[in-house]
């Protein structure tokens, strides 16, 4: 697979995780949902994601399986976001090392096209999924309201370096 396919995510939203339409996802026959933590879910240096954000999160998980897949080490702190949403998750998954989203796709017991990985990063989550076939979601990190960042300075630095290799990201 070239660098640019395997930096080009299926669907590239102009907000956050929590203003997706779940319709979007089981028009495109996805069957479950695996989701980036920090600044996906919640914000930078806190625990527990915005009122809005959990209202998504639990209607998704009303519809699908939801797995929470995070680089972050604590345990303490995913588990605690994991807990409240009653799913399972995994820290320290090393992506876009593909050893954790493996075990992930065989803990489902689906194939990777039924399932769509969403993060906030380009070299991360994007990476990670489309090297095992997820349907890939780049949303918009989110600030301490849940709310798009408008600096984020590391995604914005990540599509530029991606563009450079000839992606045609927003």
Not at 3 to 23: F, G, H, K, Y
Not at 31 to 47: E, G, N, S, W
Not at 60 to 69: C, F, G, K, S, Y
Request: hydrophobic share 45%.
């Amino acid at each position: 697979m070239r660098v640019r396919a395997l930096l080009t995510p299926d669907w590239q939203p102009s907000s956050t995780l929590a203003q997706l339409p779940l319709d979007q996802f089981e028009a495109q026959g996805i069957k479950a949902l695996v989701l980036d933590v920090d600044r996906t879910l919640l914000p930078r240096r806190q625990a527990t994601p915005p009122a809005a954000m959990v209202a998504w999160l639990r209607n998704a998980a009303e519809r699908m399986p939801i797995h929470l897949l995070s680089n972050n080490p604590s345990r303490r702190r995913i588990g605690t976001v994991a807990d409240q949403l009653a799913v399972p998750y995994t820290t320290s998954a090393a992506k876009p090392r593909r050893a954790a989203l493996r075990r992930v796709l065989a803990e489902l017991g689906m194939p990777a096209y039924q399932v769509a990985l969403v993060g906030d990063r380009v070299f991360t989550d994007v990476l990670a999924g489309n090297r095992l076939g997820l349907f890939t979601v780049l949303v918009k990190p989110i600030d301490p309201q849940g709310e798009p960042c408008r600096h984020d300075h590391l995604q914005s630095l990540e599509l530029r370096m991606a563009r450079w290799v000839g992606t045609a990201l927003g």
